[in-house]
Structure formats: structure tokens, C-alpha cells
């Protein structure tokens, strides 16, 4: 049983199936994303003047991977186009390459990861806050911290403004009143960063578990019904697009703004 | 020429499919949208059964508040242990029974149902496909549904039971009520939402895309467009509940604060969290989905209604365009009226006067539909079978689910009316003698088409003249107790709410609003022995139900009669062509009182 239009474009339409399919699919994606940035322009309206940090996150970093995911983009389309063309040698170079770059972003994102997950700000009993990175623990319980001392959350608040001195900072067990990482649970904006980058890294995951799958064994299609296969390869570009362009909004909402 | 000659030789299940599957692949891990669809019918029906008990149990309670609960009770103190200790309903398990009740209905019963079941049964065989658009893709969001289920189900049987913060699950409460079964219902949402997303994606791409030949827009049957516009609601709604739900979860698990506040207390301690939250940020996501939610459960009713309507009516639907565009509207408006559900929030009056007027903007198409559907009636030759009966009672009382609705719009009276009985009262008569009516009616209607035979018609009376009592007898005093006063979420009926009287207390319920709880109570017995025949006469018709003996029973002019019966895998034997709108009913100077849209048209 065949059903009609998987391969060849419906004429009134204009589109085959999994075409449709993945625009609709990326509709409602723009309905999820929408509520997660939507909930984000409401939480920040309604912070509390002072509370909402700025500059927490690396802009070098962010930039390479914007630049990462373009690069990405790119080389999607050259694969779909070296389909189109025959070219199947490419189309493995180009695909290979989009799987490598999606690959050094998740890792330049892991590292942004530890970073946030390792730093600490441990407020001490003499009211003061300690906030740096830890460096170890000790046997004692006293935790070392590289990093500075401040009087108020306050100053903490801008992360581009210059501030004093790092340095590495022992803190006696006795001395802490309350220890965090800047994990979600840290503030609403880190709530905000992790749930929607994590968000953002789930679907990189997902497409480049496919992008893997039409690299690797499915490229074996290319043999057997190549026209369907780089139909393939498009709907699975049209996906990594639409990911890419959520990152183009991401950046500027969490790393500049 | 017509159908009926060529079904005879066809009439047999074993011939119809064409290759061996073996039993698991054929009803377990099955492509096929039929079997896809009988799998939603019965898992749905199993869940419409099990959330019916679940009120049961809380009726009985609200009526006879600490006494242990007939027949049931021992039971339920084995499998839950302390949350319902000599069989007697805790407060906490009458609030997780609550939100399990709606969640169940809503989630797991009545869109699994109308949508899942009738929008993959029919759809392809209304259109005049051989299958849905993407047939795996089909079998996995059952599947997904069937874990969702599952997890909703486990979560009764975990320490602390099941959700108790209702199906809205507002925060803080549902973030602080120390039971994981909260997190149980976000992981259970999750999986369901992702199934009526894979659902939905594929409904309206195979309406789009595999339509036969002839078949244009303004020619498909009203049913296949009331599931275009709901499949389009659940793509486009779902997903910021989706959002809202990973938040709740990272809320319970990861610590974090969407919606909690600063300065949040919990049993008088201050809570360890960062704060910054907003609860009124998840109402606004719950309600963006649950609102355009009750579209989609009336949508399909609406387009089960039509067919069977103009079937009975032996003539064409009045107004089909109106009523299309109409239902296309419900679906754009349905966006954009969800804060009528958080008038009590303190909004603003220019945005509650914004929502008022898209609420009673929102009215007008389903007045037309409804309208549409009744002028249809007009100077048809009505059979009144049993079908037929659901969906002229569908009429009357979606009427009334529909009117009470207004007095809730507005945002003056809903100050009033908001969180009580009435409110109840009113989505009950929408979603129950309303949607689910119109499910019933829909069941005896393609019985025949799924297996060859027909239902009882003597039982399907029976079962129809029994709940049309019994619902009215359980919902219609809902209003007078909501309009009384009496809040929906007591656990012991208002019992203790009204203990104190006399001059300068305001609030008490009188001796006979209470007391309506006795009446509701046994109108929901009277409901739930109604349904006996209706589960009795579904399983003996499967076997023993008289046989049909044509593929078109009920003389239908629409492409799901014009293939074998049942249909094979694939569904028609040759690929259909229409020539005609879906309702050729009575056509002057026709041969016969129907005219199915395959019939090629007379050469002069």
C-alpha cells in the first residue's frame, strides 16, 4: 500500500508530505518557544528593580557559537544542495561537517555549563558574600573559593563592571551561613538561561541524532531512492534552521540584553 | 452500481486484508488508522469509565462526608492505605480524586476520544485516503498517549498519593503540596501533549495532503473540517502549556522560582527559594491552552452532530458554508478570550473589557452552528434512532452549557459565579450531555461500519432515555447550588463551610442547598447504571449484533459508507473520485434519496 505524495510535491499544494509535516511541527515549535520568551519579557517586567542581572555570561563564547550555528546553516544547505545535484561525496562532507560543528557547540556549551556550576556565592556570618569559583574542599569542611569578597548582592548584579581583586579565598565551615552555585536555582535569569539553552540543547541533540542517522546508515537510501533521501535531508534542514534561528533569538535575550 | 452490490463479496474481515501481519502487528503495533482508532476508542472509553468512579467516589463523600464509602471502601483503604483509612475518603484524597477527575476526562477521555478516535477513524476514510499522512508516526503518538496514561495511573499508588492541586494545578499550591505525584502529572502532560502533537500534525497534514480527487475544501463532509480546526487549536495551544510545564517541573525538581514569588510562606516558614516568580504567569499559559482546549472538545462533537443530522434529516445541512467558516472562527477566537478564566486576579478593567468582548464575540459562530443545525431539522423526514436521539438531545442541552457560559464572561457577574457549582454546572452540560452525547451518537452510528453489525437499537433507547435523565438530574442542580454560593472544591459538601449561622455570619448554605448533594449523588448512581446496558449492548453487538447487510446502512452519501465493511487495510478497493457536496440528501428528480459525492454525475 502506497501512500500518495511521500516523494513527489502534491500539484496543488506544492508540497510532498514530511514537507508539510515539518512546517506544521515547527509551528507549534514556534508556539513553545513563544510561551518560554513570552514567560521570559514577563518575569524581567515584573522583577524587582535591581534583581535582574546583566553581563553574567561569557559574549565571546556566545558570539563563537552564534557564529558556530551559522557556519551550520551554511553547510546544511550545501548538503541538501549537493543532493539536489548528485553530488553524494559532498553531501557526506557537508553533513559530516554540520554534525562536527553542532558537536563544538554542545561542548562550548557544556563548558559555559561547568563554569555557571562551579561558581559560588557563599554568604558569610559577618553578612558579607564571598562569590568566585572553587577551587577545592577541604577535609576540614572550609571551602576555597577563587574569587572576592562583596558587602551586597547589589554588586553583584552588573557582571561588566570592573571590580576589585580575585583571589583565592579560604572560608572556615564555621563562617558559612549559606552556599549556592549558580545553578537554575539561583535567580529567575539562571532559572530563565538554563531552562531555555537546555531547552535549545535538547533540540540540537535531537537533530543531530538525525543528522547522524542520514550521515551514517540512512544515507544507504541514496542508493535505493535517492530523490526521497534528499528529501530527507531537506526536512531535516528546515529543523536544523528553525534551531538555529531560536539561538539567533537566544543570544541577544540572554547574553546582551 | 450502488455500494450495497459490491460489498457482498467483501464483507468478511479475513478477506479484507490483503497481507498476514500476525497478531502484533496487526493489533498492537499497528500502522493501520483504523486499528490506531479503535485503540484511542477503547483506551479512551476505559478512561472515561475510570474518571466517571473517580467522581463516584467523591459524590458519595460530599453527600455523606466522613462515612465510608459503600462497596468501594475496603478496597480503596487496601490499595491507598492511609489516604483513605476504614474506607473513608481523606480531604487530601478527595482533592487529588478532583484534579485526577479532570485530568483524566479532559486529557485522557474525552480528546482521546473525539480526536484520537474519530479524527483517525474517519478522517482518511471520510477524505478518501488509503491511510494517514504518516502512518508510524500515527502508531507512535498512541503509544505515547498509552505511557502518558500509565503515568498518570502509577501516580494513585506513590507515597502521597496522586495531584491534588486540581487539573489547573495553579502554583505555589501544586509546588508545595509535598506529594511527587504533582511531578508525576507534569511528566504524564508531557508525554500527552507530545501524542496530540504528533496527532495533530497528522491530521492536518493528510487533510491537506491526501484529499481524493474532486474533493475540494468547500466539499468535505463538516466533520473533517471541525477536525482541521481543532487538530490546529492542539498544534498551536499546546505547546505554552508544554513551556509552562517544564518550568513547573524545573520549579519542583531543579529548585527554581518561575512561579513562585519573593516572600512566599509555606506553613507559616518562609520558603528556600530564590523567589521573582509569577503564579499569574502559569494561569496565563494553562489558560492559553485550556481555553481554544474546550474548542477542541466541542469541535468534533459539532461535526459528529452534522453528519449524523443530515443523514436522519434525508436533506443537505443548512448553511454548510456559514457553519465552516463558523467553526473556523471559533478556532482564531478561541486564542484570544482565555483571560475570562482570571477575571479574579485583580486584571485591570480595559483588559477584562477586552476579554468580555472577545467572549461574546466568540458566541456568535457557535450560535450559528447550532443554529444552522437546528434549521436543518426543518421539514426533514427525521428517523428517530438511536443516534439520531443523541444528537437532537446534543442540541437542547450544548444550548444550555452554552448560555450559562455568558453570565461567566462577563466580568461583573463572574465575580459572583467564579469557582463555584455553577461554573461546574456549566462546562458539565458543554463537555457532558454536550461532547460526550455526541460521542455516544457517533459509536451507533459507525458501529456498523467497524464491524459489520449493528447495536441494539432497543438498548441504545434504553441507554439513551436513562442518561438524558440522569445528566440533567446530576448537572441542572449544580446552578442553583453555584448560584447559592457554594464553592467547588469543598471536600465535605459545604458542611463545614456552614456551620455557623444566624445574624452577621453571611455565606452559610441553607439546609437545602447541602442537601441537593443527596439528589446529585443518586442521580450519578441512576447515570452510572444507565451506562450498563450502553457497555453491554458494545461488546455482545461486536459478535452477536444484527447483521448489515449492505455497506451503506444508513443510505450515507459521504466516502466512509462507500468501502467494504470494515474497511480493509488500505480502505477503498479502487482510489475514490468525488463529483458533489458531502449532503446530497432528497436531490430533486434523483433516482434515489441520496447521492453519494462518488456517483459520477448523469451525461444528459
Not at chain 1, 507549534?28 to 535591581?50: K, T
Not at chain 2, 477524505?127 to 499522512?133: E, L
Not at chain 2, 459521504?558 to 432528497?586: A, C, D, I, K
Request: proline residues 6%; contains cysteine; charged residues 10%.
Amino acid at each position: 500500500m502506497e501512500i500518495a505524495y511521500t516523494v513527489h510535491p502534491r500539484p496543488d499544494t506544492g508540497v510532498y508530505n514530511a514537507k508539510l509535516g515539518m512546517w506544521l511541527f515547527l509551528a507549534s515549535e514556534v508556539m513553545l518557544f513563544g510561551g518560554l520568551f513570552s514567560s521570559y519579557i514577563l518575569l524581567r517586567a515584573g522583577a524587582l528593580p535591581g534583581t535582574w542581572p546583566s553581563g553574567w555570561l561569557s559574549v565571546p563564547l556566545g558570539t563563537l557559537n552564534t557564529i558556530i550555528l551559522a557556519l551550520s546553516a551554511v553547510t546544511t544547505l550545501l548538503a541538501w544542495y549537493s543532493c539536489k545535484s548528485g553530488m553524494f561525496d559532498k553531501f557526506k562532507l557537508f553533513q559530516g561537517l554540520t554534525i562536527l560543528l553542532a558537536v563544538v557547540f554542545l561542548g562550548i556549551k557544556s563548558y559555559e555549563y561547568r563554569d555557571k556550576l562551579t561558581h559560588y556565592e557563599v554568604e558569610l556570618k559577618n553578612g558579607q558574600l564571598a562569590d568566585g569559583h572553587l577551587v577545592r574542599r577541604e577535609a576540614s569542611g572550609a571551602v576555597v573559593l577563587h574569587g572576592r569578597l562583596v558587602q551586597s548582592r547589589a554588586e553583584l548584579m552588573d557582571g561588566r563592571k570592573a571590580h576589585g581583586e580575585r583571589q583565592e579565598l579560604t572560608i572556615a565551615k564555621a563562617d558559612i551561613v549559606r552556599m549556592q552555585n549558580y545553578g537554575p536555582a539561583h535567580n529567575t535569569f539562571l532559572a530563565l538561561y538554563f531552562t531555555l539553552t537546555g531547552l535549545h540543547a535538547l533540540h540540537i541533540i535531537g537533530g543531530l541524532v538525525v543528522m547522524s542517522y542520514l550521515w551514517g546508515p540512512g544515507s544507504r537510501m541514496w542508493k535505493t531512492n535517492p530523490e526521497r533521501f534528499t528529501n530527507r535531508v531537506e526536512v531535516a534542514g528546515l529543523f536544523w534552521h528553525f534551531v538555529d534561528l531560536v539561538w539567533i533569538f537566544l543570544f541577544p535575550t540572554l547574553y546582551l540584553i | 452500481m450502488q455500494a450495497t452490490t459490491q460489498a457482498i463479496p467483501h464483507t468478511f474481515p479475513d478477506h479484507a486484508a490483503h497481507e498476514d501481519l500476525g497478531f502484533w502487528r496487526k493489533y498492537v503495533f499497528s500502522i493501520d488508522h483504523k486499528v490506531i482508532g479503535v485503540q484511542y476508542g477503547f483506551t479512551a472509553l476505559g478512561f472515561l469509565l475510570f474518571g466517571f468512579f473517580l467522581m463516584l467516589m467523591m459524590r458519595w463523600q460530599m453527600a455523606h462526608p466522613g462515612q465510608p464509602i459503600p462497596v468501594v471502601g475496603p478496597l480503596l483503604t487496601a490499595l491507598l492505605g492511609d489516604m483513605a483509612t476504614r474506607g473513608i475518603m481523606s480531604p487530601e484524597l478527595y482533592n487529588s480524586f478532583g484534579a485526577m477527575h479532570g485530568t483524566i476526562m479532559v486529557f485522557l477521555a474525552i480528546v482521546p476520544l473525539a480526536v484520537g478516535a474519530y479524527g483517525n477513524y474517519l478522517v482518511p476514510l471520510q477524505i478518501g485516503a488509503n491511510d494517514m499522512a504518516f502512518p508510524k508516526l500515527n502508531m507512535m503518538s498512541y503509544q505515547v498517549y498509552f505511557v502518558g496514561g500509565v503515568i498518570m495511573l502509577v501516580s494513585f499508588f506513590i507515597p502521597g498519593g496522586a495531584a491534588q492541586a486540581g487539573w489547573t494545578s495553579y502554583p505555589p499550591l501544586s509546588t508545595s503540596i509535598p506529594t511527587d505525584g504533582q511531578t508525576y502529572w507534569l511528566i504524564g502532560m508531557v508525554f500527552l501533549i507530545t501524542s496530540s502533537l504528533l496527532g495533530s500534525v497528522n491530521i492536518i497534514a493528510t487533510i491537506i495532503q491526501l484529499r481524493a480527487p474532486g474533493l475540494t475544501w468547500m466539499r468535505l463532509p463538516f466533520h473533517v473540517w471541525a477536525q482541521f480546526t481543532a487538530a490546529f487549536l492542539l498544534l498551536l495551544a499546546f505547546p505554552p502549556l508544554e513551556a509552562a510545564g517544564v518550568m513547573q517541573l524545573m520549579d519542583r525538581v531543579a529548585g527554581t522560582s518561575f512561579f513562585l514569588p519573593t516572600g512566599l510562606a509555606v506553613g507559616g516558614n518562609l520558603a528556600n527559594i530564590s523567589g521573582g516568580g509569577s503564579p499569574l504567569l502559569w494561569q496565563h499559559l494553562f489558560w492559553f491552552l485550556a481555553h481554544p482546549e474546550v474548542y477542541v472538545l466541542i469541535l468534533p462533537a459539532l461535526g459528529i452532530i452534522t453528519e449524523i443530522i443530515a443523514n436522519n434529516t434525508r436533506k443537505p445541512i443548512w448553511g454548510y458554508r456559514s457553519m465552516v467558516y463558523s467553526a473556523l472562527g471559533l478556532g482564531f477566537m478561541s486564542f484570544l478570550v482565555w483571560a475570562h478564566h482570571m477575571y479574579l486576579t485583580g486584571m485591570g478593567t480595559k483588559i477584562a473589557t477586552f476579554f468580555q468582548t472577545t467572549t461574546m464575540i466568540i458566541s456568535i459562530p457557535s450560535v450559528i452552528i447550532l443554529t444552522c443545525l437546528l434549521i436543518s431539522l426543518w421539514g426533514g423526514s427525521i428517523r428517530l434512532n438511536t443516534p439520531m436521539l443523541f444528537a437532537l438531545a446534543f442540541l437542547p442541552m450544548f444550548g444550555i452549557g452554552g448560555l450559562t457560559g455568558l453570565p461567566l464572561g462577563f466580568s461583573a457577574s463572574d465575580i459572583h459565579l467564579h469557582d463555584t457549582y455553577y461554573v461546574i454546572g456549566h462546562f458539565h452540560y458543554v463537555v457532558a450531555p454536550g461532547t460526550i452525547f455526541a460521542l455516544f451518537a457517533g459509536i451507533y452510528f459507525w458501529f456498523p461500519k467497524l464491524t459489520g453489525r449493528r447495536m441494539s437499537e432497543y438498548w441504545g433507547k434504553v441507554h439513551f432515555w436513562g442518561s438524558f435523565l440522569f445528566m440533567n438530574l446530576v448537572f441542572m442542580p449544580m446552578f442553583i447550588q453555584g448560584l447559592a454560593g457554594m464553592l467547588r472544591r469543598m471536600s465535605d459538601g459545604g458542611v463545614q463551610y456552614s456551620a455557623l449561622k444566624g445574624t452577621g455570619v453571611s455565606g452559610a448554605l441553607s439546609e437545602t442547598v447541602i442537601g441537593l448533594n443527596h439528589f446529585i449523588l443518586w442521580g450519578a448512581v441512576g447515570l452510572a447504571i444507565a451506562q450498563v446496558p450502553f457497555i453491554l449492548n458494545l461488546f455482545w453487538s461486536i459478535r452477536h449484533g444484527e447483521r448489515v447487510t449492505s455497506d451503506n446502512p444508513w443510505d450515507s452519501t459521504t466516502l466512509e459508507w462507500q468501502t467494504p465493511t470494515p474497511p480493509p487495510h488500505g480502505n477503498f478497493l479502487t482510489p475514490p473520485s468525488v463529483y458533489r457536496m458531502p449532503y446530497e440528501y432528497s436531490v430533486p428528480g434523483a433516482a434515489k434519496d441520496f447521492l453519494p459525492q462518488n456517483e459520477p454525475p448523469v451525461k444528459p
